[in-house]
C-alpha cells in the first residue's frame, strides 16, 4: 500500500482504464475498455486489479490453509476450510503410509490441521496434502477467522506485519490463506495478539498502520 | 375513477411538492448486518428496504446446484406490518413474481461461472411499503451483493415512472400508483445501458412510453451515484458488519 495516500475505492462496473491492459484479478476487459468486477481498492502498480474488500475464499493450487475435519469416509479425510467449497484429504498424502482403518488414530474429526492445496480441478474437487509442511494436528492453542480477504494486510510485505506482531505478542502465529489464524502461547499474549489481528483486520486499508500497531502492542504489553 | 386534473397536479407540482421528473428522497446505506455476507437499508420515499446477501455458498438442496456456474436465489417478502392491511406472512403470488423478475434483472450481471456449484442468495424484506419497493429491492440487492464481494459485470438500478393525470412522471408515490394510469418500473445496468427488467401496469402510448423510458433512465442514473456513495462510505467509516 503506498504510505500515506488514501486509496481509491471502486464499485463493480467502474471504469478503470479506457485503454487495453494487463488486468489481475477483480477487473475485466471489454470492447478495449478495464473495468471493476468487485467491490475493493484500485492497485495500478503492475496490472490493473482490484483488491476486494469483501468475498468467499477459493482455493487455489499451492495455497496453505488451516482445515478443519468434519468427516472422515473410506479413504479421504474430508474438511471444511472456511469456503464454500470443502476439501479432501487423501490417505496417501499423509506423511507416512497408514491404513485406511486407522486413519482416526491420527486425525480425528474436530481437529485443525494445517495443509497445502495440492490441486482445484474444474469441478472444484480440492485436494490437499500433508506433505509439504511440518504436519501436526493444532491443539492448544487459539483459532482466529477473519476473512480471507485481509491475509495479505495481515502478513504484509515480505512477512513485515505478522513477524512484528509475533515478536510483540511473543505468540508464535500461522496465518493460513483461508483466513484462519492459529495462535500459540500464553493466554494474555494471545489475547493481545488477538486484539492487534483485529485491528489490522479494521484498518487494513490505512495508511500507518504498522506503526499503529507496534505502538498499540508496545502500550498494552 | 378519481378526476386526475384536480386530485394529482396542483400549481404544476405533485401531491408531495415534487415536479414531474423528480425523485423522492433516497438514503442508503450498506454493510447493516452482521451475520451476512453483504447486506443494504434502503430507504426510497416512504419504503423501507432490508436487504441481505449470502454466498457464494453451498446449495442446499444439492439438486439445484449447477455444475459450472453459480445460481442466485431471490426472495422478495414484505413483513405483515409494511402495509396498513396487514399482510398475511409467506409468499403471494405477487411476491412470487416480483422475486422471479428481479433474480433475473440481477443474475445477468453476476460472474456465475467463478463459482460452480454454489448459491447466491438475496433476501428483501420489505419494512414499510410506499409504492415502488420492486425497484427499491432491486437497488438495495445491488448494493448488498456488491458488499459480499460477489463479482459482478456492474450494479444494477431501478425506477419506476408511470402516468397520472395523462401526464408521464417519474417515480410514482402510494397515491399515484392506486389511483394512476399506468406504472411502469425499469431495471437497468449503468455501465452497459442494458435493461434488465422491464414492466408496465396500465395504459401507455408508444410516445408515453418513450417518455416514460427517457425519465426512469434519468432516474436510476441519479440513484446509481447514490449506491456508489454507500458503499464507498462505508469503508471509510468501517461500520459494523465488517469482521
Redesign the interface.
Known sequence: MDAGKMPR?V?????LSEEPAKVGE?A?I?DGKV?A????VLDKKDRIRVI?????Y?PKRGDTVIGSVTEISFSNWILDIAS??EAYLHISEYPRRIEPGEMSKYIRVGDLIVATVLDVD???MVELTLRENQFKVLRGGRLL???H??VPRLIGRGGSMISMIKRESRCSIFVGQNGRVWLQGKPENMKLAAQAIEMV???A?TPGLTNRVVEFLRANR | MVDGVHTFFKDGLRLDGRRKDELRPIKIKAGVLKRA??SCYLEHGGNKIMAAVY????VHPRHLQH??RAIVRYRYNMASFSVDERKRPGPDRRSVEISKISREAMES?V?KE?????VVDVFIEVLQSDAGTRAAGINAAAVAM??????????VTACAAGKISGEVVLDLCKEEDNYGEADMPIAI???TGEITMIQMDGHMTFDEFREGLELALKGCRQIYEL??EA??ER??S?VEG??
Open positions: 475505492i464499485v463493480p462496473g467502474d471504469l477483480g475485466y471489454e473495468y468486477s468487485v467491490y475493493g476486494p474488500l469483501a468475498g468467499k477459493i464454500p467449497y474444474w469441478s472444484m477467522e477473519i476473512s480477504t485481509r483486520v479494521r484498518e486499508h | 455476507d453483504g454466498g457464494p455458498r453451498e455444475p459450472t450481471v460472474l467463478q463459482f460452480p456449484k454454489t456488491a458488499d459480499a464481494g460477489i463479482p459482478m459485470k456492474g450494479l445496468v449503468p455501465r449506491q456508489r458503499l464507498i469503508y471509510k468501517g465488517e469482521e
